[in-house]
């Protein structure tokens, strides 16, 4: 079956540090990818997402490229904010015909916290 | 601004009292979700509607019964539940059930407490 592994956290940072969170799947075909963003007592907004192999996906400074030759996605910004601070989900689908039509797979999240 | 509402945001039942939780959208999506969040985890699909059909049963208990009254709406109606149900309960909707091309939306969620 699908699955999606992320890197452990938490993860603490100071204000404009360089951030990497590590995401790497196992899934058949091509399955599309998503970085979701959990802010504290909010539910999850989509951040960035890829559809197939080599696109970049990027939003508010953050990137991840889909690299298909090692089955990951992994999440960078190069100075991050205070107001990052935040649970960050890498998730995959598949398309239709495949077993997870319509269900998103979740990595297990990884906190992040910046300090000033 | 979230596009996708939830009410109430919080709730405390007990283990014998009937509850709904409500989940709105007005973007014209055809394909909505209901998912549990314990904390410090992901979310946990429970079920999907598609054309206000139920699409997805993740051999969710019986006392969970959504209910999809039009395109705009979803209900999660609740009863008998046990301790271990309380979570954040999250809505979500999407264009239709291809969430590669058209990722979902959530809501804020419902912080549900059983007594």
């Not at chain 1, 992994?74 to 015909?97: I, M, N, P, R, W």
């Not at chain 2, 394909?31 to 979310?43: E, G, I, T």
Request: aromatic share 10%.
């Amino acid at each position: 079956g699908n699955s999606v592994t992320q890197m452990e956290g938490p993860v603490t940072l100071s204000e404009e540090a360089f951030l990497t969170i590590n995401c790497t799947y196992t899934a058949t075909g091509y399955p599309s990818l998503f970085w979701y963003v959990q802010y504290p007592g909010e539910g999850l907004q989509l951040l960035l997402k890829a559809t197939k192999a080599d696109d970049k996906g990027s939003n508010k400074g953050f990137e991840a490229t889909y690299r298909k030759e090692t089955t990951s996605f992994h999440l960078e910004k190069g100075s991050v904010q205070v107001s990052d601070s935040a649970v960050y989900f890498c998730a995959l689908t598949q398309g239709a015909g495949g077993t997870s039509y319509g269900k998103l797979t979740f990595g297990q999240g990884t906190i992040l916290t910046v300090h000033p | 601004d979230t596009e996708v509402t939830q009410t109430p945001k919080h709730l405390v039942m007990g283990m014998t009292n009937k509850k709904s939780l409500k989940c709105e959208q007005h973007m014209g999506h055809r394909a909505m979700y209901w998912y549990k969040q314990k904390a410090k985890k992901p979310p946990e699909l429970m079920f999907v509607y598609s054309y206000e059909k139920l699409s997805i049963n993740e051999s969710v208990p019986s006392r969970f019964s959504p209910e999809c009254p039009n395109s705009s709406l979803l209900n999660l109606h609740l009863h008998a539940l046990q301790p271990e149900d309380s979570a954040l309960y999250l809505c979500a909707s999407s264009q239709d059930l291809d969430i590669g091309g058209s990722p979902l939306h959530f809501g804020n969620g419902t912080r549900l407490t059983v007594t």
